[in-house]
């Protein structure tokens, strides 16, 4: 069996920027690194910030 140990090339389905639409309590994401981030959020109206958000701009509001 093969060790996966980069989620780029052959196996970027598998990284949790792969563009792929989530949708979560009525909130539709791009990717589930979005999701994430929301489900964090101590409240649902910050966690709206991650709607429609790209990974690059994911990081600047995720701290």
């Given at each position: 069996?093969?060790?996966i140990d980069i989620?780029?090339g052959?196996?970027?389905f598998?990284?949790?920027?792969?563009?792929?639409g989530?949708?979560?309590?009525g909130?539709n994401?791009?990717n589930?690194?979005?999701?994430?981030?929301?489900?964090?959020?101590?409240?649902?109206?910050?966690?709206k910030?991650?709607?429609?958000l790209d990974?690059?701009r994911?990081r600047?509001y995720?701290?």
């Open positions: 069996m093969e060790k989620f780029f052959e196996y970027f598998l990284n949790k920027w792969y563009p792929i989530v949708e979560m309590d909130l994401f791009l589930s690194e979005a999701a994430y981030q929301c489900m964090r959020c101590a409240n649902k109206e910050d966690g910030r991650f709607v429609g990974p690059a994911i600047v995720a701290d």
